[in-house]
Nanobody, 123 residues
Framework: QVQLAESGGGLVQAGGSLRLSCAASGRTFSIYVMGWFRQTPGKERTVVAAINWSAGNTWYADSAKGRFTISRDNAKNTVYLQMNSLTPEDTAVYYC????????????????WGQGTQVTVSS
């Protein structure tokens, strides 16, 4: 089993920045890819970014390109999402996820999920 714990969410004004963290514990050796998803009420949970755990390759949704950066600290079993130039459209609950090899953008790839952290961007 893998446990994921997100932190770093909060309230920020448009144009501001936040850094989300996700600490993994348990059978972390089984993790191949880690990703960040987000969800708003009545909407599907969609991918924001993902990273290959060992090689560090990254992938981004179009909405995140140029503004968000995903990174990891393998020694700390932690993945980060640096979010810059935030807009109200970024308001959502952000979830960390981990899983075996698979398509980075598909929810079904990920076996483990955190509880989510709220990000609210005011205008």
């Amino acid at each position: 089993q893998v446990q994921l714990a997100e932190s770093g969410g909060g309230l920020v004004q448009a144009g501001g920045s936040l850094r989300l963290s996700c600490a993994a514990s348990g059978r972390t050796f089984s993790i191949y890819v880690m990703g960040w998803f987000r969800q708003t009420p009545g909407k599907e949970r969609t991918v924001v970014a993902a990273i290959n755990w060992s090689a560090g390759n990254t992938w981004y949704a179009d909405s995140a390109k140029g503004r968000f950066t995903i990174s990891r600290d393998n020694a700390k079993n932690t993945v980060y999402l640096q979010m810059n130039s935030l807009t109200p459209e970024d308001t959502a609950v952000y979830y960390c996820a981990a899983g075996p090899p698979g398509y980075w953008a598909a929810r079904g790839t990920y076996r483990y999920w955190g509880q989510g952290t709220q990000v609210t961007v005011s205008s």
